[in-house]
């Protein structure tokens, strides 16, 4: 494997955006960075800016406002780059899904790699997304 | 003929950046552990500058690129010259250098964060180099002498004779690490916008370059640090490191300040540490001005 790919694997930088969940999903995602589930020994680090960043992770449903923002934002990332929905919402729309304003889960406004399930997904469930987005980033370089 | 010496520095010189990243992986580590986290690998400021070389980078100005380059390298030239002898005054000039091209870097994209990072990075080195040439000063007035190679050779350790200016160094290193409660312009941590302002229009090897003038700048401060006990550079290196100890201490137990205290604070401590040092010095016979 190429040094920079082994590199790539160990340092999964994240943006968290919010595209309008209720931020119980939120919370969570934050949980997992916490002393409790440390997701920072796996090189994991929620640095919030999309041009350092490599794994967007978001939460909530699409929706016309938030469209916007998230598609930028995807646009900003540069590659190579993977995405996580974490959340029913993020997946489908989920307690939202029937909303008029709702387009349902994130992959209608961008191409998403990875789906965490749970309406709060657990911390577990996230690193666990996170470890998959991971393999996913490895094939996209080939490896 | 090549002496063992000039062999000794140049090896120094190419195993500075690795020394610096290593420093900053056992830093993160003991960051964890005071946090009761397990923290991650030692080598993972590695894995991340490896990583971001590898990203495709987003240049927002055009200036960006060359005043990356310019950051590591006048980094790079400042321990150079510490390594080969050279002249305290002229390190931290030299030091400055770098800072200037950070600061331009940051203030030349159209991001109001990364200007108000570099402006915040102005008040950083307004409040560090006058502490450096203060400790460079107090270290001339003992051993009548700027030149590195003259300090090393002074026949007693400097750190009994100028432990304000020691512990000005200790300050200078807090800022310089970018660590609470003086991380104003940039943080070491995953903090976002403004706390990392300098950092934001960074990306890509462009980071990676920057990051690694940080390590570099680092090691530096520390070398200046372990000049304090020249005699042996064991004992010096010790005290380095339990100043970095010192540090990781503080950047864990301080909140931040603002800005405006961060320069007063630096100035008020720094301009007293010295004055006093130097007094006593004076009194002692220690040395005469
Ligand atoms: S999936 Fe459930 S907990 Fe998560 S954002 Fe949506 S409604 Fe909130």
């Given at each position: 494997m190429r040094l920079v790919t082994r590199a790539r694997l160990k340092s999964p930088w994240i943006l968290h955006f919010d595209c309008g969940s209720c931020n119980g999903c939120?919370?969570?995602?934050?949980?997992?960075?916490?002393?409790?589930?440390?997701?920072?020994?796996?090189?994991?680090?929620?640095?919030?800016?999309?041009k350092q960043a490599d794994v967007i992770v978001v939460t909530g449903p699409a929706n016309p406002r938030s469209a916007r923002a998230l598609r930028s934002l995807y646009e900003q990332t540069p590659d190579p780059k993977v995405v996580v929905a974490v959340g029913a919402c993020a997946a489908t729309g989920g307690v939202f899904r029937n909303c008029e304003n709702v387009f349902g889960g994130v992959d209608k406004v961008i191409p998403?790699?990875?789906?965490?399930?749970?309406?709060?997904a657990r911390p577990e469930q996230i690193i666990d997304g996170l470890l998959l987005a991971l393999r996913k980033l490895k094939e996209k370089d080939g490896g | 003929?090549?002496?063992?010496?000039?062999?000794?520095?140049?090896?120094?010189?190419?195993?500075?950046?690795?020394?610096?990243?290593?420093?900053?992986?056992?830093?993160?580590?003991?960051?964890?552990?005071?946090?009761?986290?397990?923290?991650?690998?030692?080598?993972?400021?590695?894995?991340?500058v490896l990583k971001l070389w590898g990203k495709s980078p987003v240049i927002t100005s055009r200036l960006q690129p060359i005043l990356a380059f310019g950051y590591l390298g006048f980094s790079f030239l400042s321990v150079a010259l510490l390594l080969f002898g050279g002249d305290l005054l002229s390190i931290v000039f030299t030091a400055a250098l770098a800072e200037v091209c950070i600061v331009t870097v940051s203030m030349s994209a159209k991001s109001p964060y990364s200007y108000l990072g570099?402006?915040?990075e102005l008040f950083c080195m307004l409040s560090t180099e006058p502490l450096m040439i203060l400790s460079a000063l107090s270290i001339y007035i003992v051993t009548r002498s700027f030149i590195v190679e003259n300090v090393l050779t002074f026949e007693e350790p400097l750190l009994p004779l100028l432990p304000g200016a020691f512990i000005?160094?200790?300050?200078?290193?807090?800022?310089?690490?970018?660590?609470?409660?003086f991380d104003v312009s940039a943080s070491s941590h995953a903090h976002q916008e403004i706390v990392r302002g300098v950092y934001t229009e960074l990306s890509g090897y462009t980071m990676a370059l920057v990051e690694v003038g940080?390590?570099?700048?680092?090691?530096?401060?520390?070398?200046?640090?372990?000049?304090f006990w020249a005699p042996n550079i064991l004992v010096g290196w010790g005290l380095a490191l339990a100043l970095l100890f010192m540090v990781i201490l503080a950047d864990n137990a301080f909140p931040r300040l603002s800005w405006q205290r961060m320069v007063k604070t630096s100035w008020a401590l720094g301009f007293a540490l010295i004055a006093a040092n130097v007094l006593l010095l004076v009194v002692t016979g220690g040395a005469t001005i």
């Amino acid at each position: 494997m190429r040094l920079v790919t082994r590199a790539r694997l160990k340092s999964p930088w994240i943006l968290h955006f919010d595209c309008g969940s209720c931020n119980g999903c939120d919370i969570e995602i934050l949980a997992a960075l916490t002393p409790k589930f440390d997701a920072e020994r796996l090189g994991v680090v929620n640095i919030g800016d999309p041009k350092q960043a490599d794994v967007i992770v978001v939460t909530g449903p699409a929706n016309p406002r938030s469209a916007r923002a998230l598609r930028s934002l995807y646009e900003q990332t540069p590659d190579p780059k993977v995405v996580v929905a974490v959340g029913a919402c993020a997946a489908t729309g989920g307690v939202f899904r029937n909303c008029e304003n709702v387009f349902g889960g994130v992959d209608k406004v961008i191409p998403v790699d990875v789906y965490v399930p749970g309406c709060a997904a657990r911390p577990e469930q996230i690193i666990d997304g996170l470890l998959l987005a991971l393999r996913k980033l490895k094939e996209k370089d080939g490896g | 003929m090549v002496s063992m010496e000039t062999v000794f520095s140049a090896v120094a010189l190419v195993a500075a950046p690795f020394a610096g990243g290593l420093l900053m992986g056992v830093d993160r580590k003991i960051t964890a552990r005071m946090q009761s986290r397990m923290g991650p690998p030692v080598l993972q400021p590695f894995y991340d500058v490896l990583k971001l070389w590898g990203k495709s980078p987003v240049i927002t100005s055009r200036l960006q690129p060359i005043l990356a380059f310019g950051y590591l390298g006048f980094s790079f030239l400042s321990v150079a010259l510490l390594l080969f002898g050279g002249d305290l005054l002229s390190i931290v000039f030299t030091a400055a250098l770098a800072e200037v091209c950070i600061v331009t870097v940051s203030m030349s994209a159209k991001s109001p964060y990364s200007y108000l990072g570099g402006r915040r990075e102005l008040f950083c080195m307004l409040s560090t180099e006058p502490l450096m040439i203060l400790s460079a000063l107090s270290i001339y007035i003992v051993t009548r002498s700027f030149i590195v190679e003259n300090v090393l050779t002074f026949e007693e350790p400097l750190l009994p004779l100028l432990p304000g200016a020691f512990i000005v160094t200790g300050i200078v290193l807090l800022i310089e690490m970018r660590k609470s409660p003086f991380d104003v312009s940039a943080s070491s941590h995953a903090h976002q916008e403004i706390v990392r302002g300098v950092y934001t229009e960074l990306s890509g090897y462009t980071m990676a370059l920057v990051e690694v003038g940080h390590w570099i700048r680092t090691v530096l401060v520390l070398s200046i640090a372990s000049i304090f006990w020249a005699p042996n550079i064991l004992v010096g290196w010790g005290l380095a490191l339990a100043l970095l100890f010192m540090v990781i201490l503080a950047d864990n137990a301080f909140p931040r300040l603002s800005w405006q205290r961060m320069v007063k604070t630096s100035w008020a401590l720094g301009f007293a540490l010295i004055a006093a040092n130097v007094l006593l010095l004076v009194v002692t016979g220690g040395a005469t001005i």
